[in-house]
């Protein structure tokens, strides 16, 4: 069973830094593709990185420049390192593995922009 847990959320002020990880298990981890995506309230779910098993790596235009996705096989885990936030990246953040088009989400972890 795929188990994934985020961590790293909180509370930070307009241009600071959070660096989220989630560990993965259940699955081989290096065989799945792995995204963050993030939900603020009355929004859709929207992606905002993805990292494929491959290393390749895609990023939503708004976070492009801020954010940087990156993958540990060793360790079984993704990260999504955020900087420069803004007010408009407060949202609950989730992790997500894909494989065969099969989806598995995390609990999510909230992330605040205030000052």
């Known amino acids: 069973q795929v188990q994934l847990v985020e961590s790293g959320g909180g509370l930070v002020q307009p241009g600071g830094s959070l660096r989220l990880s989630c560990a993965a298990s259940?699955?081989?981890?290096?065989?799945?593709?792995m995204a963050w995506y993030r939900q603020a309230p009355g929004n859709q779910r929207e992606l905002d990185a993805s990292i494929s098993s491959g290393d390749s790596t895609n990023y939503a235009n708004s976070v492009k420049g801020r954010f940087t996705i990156s993958r540990d096989n060793a360790k079984n885990t993704v990260y999504l390192q955020m900087n420069n936030l803004k007010p408009e990246d407060t949202a609950v953040y989730y992790c997500?593995?894909?494989?065969?088009?099969?989806?598995?989400w995390g609990q999510g972890t909230q992330v605040t922009v205030s000052s």
């Open positions: 259940g699955i081989t981890f290096s065989y799945y593709d």
């Open positions: 997500n593995a894909v494989r065969f088009l099969r989806n598995s």
